[in-house]
Every structure is written in C-alpha cells, then in structure tokens.
C-alpha cells in the first residue's frame, strides 16, 4: 500500500530553469494539496484540487502551476525558479478529515 | 495573517514523563483540529483530532484538549518514549473549507533517557 508518492525525493535547479513535481495516490481520495514547508513557517497551502480536472489556489500560489488529469495525479510545475522557491514540497490526499501525505520533495534553487 | 499558533518552538522532557504540547487559534469557524507527527527527510503523518464539538479524544499515550472558549488546544503524550522525537504539527480546517488544513509552526519534542 503506497499512499502518497512524490517524484522526485531531491533536485536542484538553476534560477529560471522550470520543472514539476509528480504526485500519485493510490487511496482514490477526491481532494488533493500541494503544501511547502518552510523554517519556522510550518506548511502552507499552495494549490489544490477538489476533483479531477479542478485546481484552486491556496495560500502561496504565485509562481506554481498545477494539473490534475488524472484522479490519482496531482502534478506541481514551477514554470521559472526562482531562489524563494527552495522549499520541501509535500503532496496530500484526503476524503474526509484527516490528509495523507507524501515522504516530501526537496528543491532547491541555485 | 497566521490563524493557528505554536509558539512554543522546542521541548525537552525526560523519558517517562509526560510532553504538553500546545496550540492556539483565532479562526472560530475551525471545525476540526489535528495533530501531526513529523520525523527528519520524511513527510507529516496523523496522530489524533478532535472535533469542535468535543473537549477530549484520547488514543492511547495521546491525548488532545480542546477549550473553545480560550481557543486553545493540547497534545498530552503520556508516557513520552524515544521514538516520539519529532516534530508536532497542529493543524486546523473548516467545514467549507475541501479539508484544506492551516498548520502552525511546529513545536521540536526531544525526549532525553
């Protein structure tokens, strides 16, 4: 039983550089979330998904993307790095009040 | 604007004894609040909740505390044990809200032999 799995774990980039972050669950929650969690600010909200084919902005959504063509996908893009994006990312799904989460991505912006 | 509050940055407690951690918030539409338990390189996993509704729930050593009129919850972990050094997250979400959760800062539990 997987859960929650987040690729890749760890990646630098280069200011300017673009990539995305890959979210899968295998649980078949509804409501999907990208979170990052930074020193002394806990995780705060950056999009999420209510339904396949929905996204919404969270609380930090400048600079990220989202999509979500697929039920079990939840993918995060970061169309121009920048340095304030160093972060962990974390991916969540959810039905009704607890959320479960992925091991975490790591990105860091050089 | 920060609605939910650890402001407890750290806490040290002897192995055995009992590790209060706590939270606050401003939000009195929060409908649930959670706990969760975050080790080093590895992503938040659920400890307990409890509903507005309710001023207890209790599984095992945990045990939450909610007082709505002080808006203000604990986490009692009773015995505390090695492995439960980590991270604590409180987090919250409303009714309307797609179960989108506010997460404090996070409080760092050592729990020393």
């Known amino acids: 039983n997987a859960g929650v799995t987040q690729t890749p774990k760890f990646r630098v980039l280069k200011t300017g550089q673009s990539m995305t972050l890959l979210c899968a669950q295998d649980?078949?929650?509804?409501?999907m979330y990208w979170y990052r969690q930074d020193p002394g600010m806990g995780l705060r909200l950056i999009h999420y998904s209510v339904g396949e084919g929905t996204t919404a902005k969270g609380e930090v959504p400048d600079g990220y993307n989202v999509s979500r063509l697929k039920k079990q996908n939840f993918l995060l893009g970061l169309e121009s790095a920048a340095p304030s994006q160093t972060s962990v990312y974390f991916c969540?799904?959810?039905?009704?009040?607890?959320?479960?989460f992925g091991q975490g991505t790591r990105l860091t912006v050089v | 604007d920060q609605q939910v509050k650890q402001n407890s940055p750290s806490l040290s407690v002897q192995e055995g004894r009992i590790s209060i951690l706590n939270c606050d918030y401003t939000?009195?539409?929060?409908?649930?609040f959670l706990w969760y338990k975050k080790y080093p390189a590895e992503g938040p996993t659920f400890l307990i909740s409890?509903?507005?509704?309710?001023d207890k729930n209790e599984d095992g050593r945990f045990t939450v505390f909610l007082n709505k009129s002080a808006k203000h919850l604990s986490l009692h972990i009773v015995p505390s044990q090695p492995g439960d050094s980590a991270v604590y997250f409180c987090?919250?979400?409303?009714?309307?809200?797609?179960?989108?959760?506010?997460f404090g800062a996070g409080t760092q539990v050592v729990v020393t032999p």
């Open positions: 409890i509903s507005s509704i309710k």
């Open positions: 649980m078949n929650h509804e409501y």
């Open positions: 969540a799904s959810s039905r009704t009040v607890e959320a479960f």
């Open positions: 939000n009195s539409m929060f409908d649930y």
């Open positions: 987090a919250a979400r409303t009714t309307d809200s797609w179960g989108k959760l506010q």
